[in-house]
């Protein structure tokens, strides 16, 4: 599996189903690979069309296989409210390096609920296992017997 940086860019949602009855809501995402969560800031007021157009870096290491994106809306008064999630598996960008912004299906109780577009860009860790180059040898104190 691979190691290294997953960048991960939040451009923004369409087509969410609103759940604020008296004003429009106030979407956020929460961003979670495997331990690590991040949340993105809210967008007041935004509604069903936020954008935010914000980068997490998600440090990934082995086991690591997918990207959960959890969308909520603020509410003031009273718990926020759940509008929907996005499991996006990680392999392509593995494999690619980079997968540009592209939309994927906001779900709730397995119903289509919208869209979010998020652009994944992965830079492996550099390993130490590189090939060793033997230094050329011209003798000298590294073949004395002093140690």
Partial sequence: MPQGQLEVLLVGAKGLENTDF????????????????????????????????ETFLFTVSDGVSELRLKLMDSDNFSSDDFVGEVTIPLEPV?????????????????????????????????????EFQPEESYGGWKESSFE
């Fill in 94 to 130: 593995f494999m690619e390096g980079n997968v540009p912004p592209a939309a994927y299906n906001v779900v709730k109780d397995e119903e289509y609920c919208g869209e979010i577009r998020i652009g994944l860009t992965f830079t492996p860790e550099e390993r130490n296992e590189r």
């Fill in 22 to 53: 008296l004003s429009n809501m106030d979407p956020y995402v929460i961003l979670t690979c495997r331990t690590q969560e991040k949340k993105s800031s809210v967008a007041s007021g935004k509604g069903t069309e936020p954008e935010w157009n």
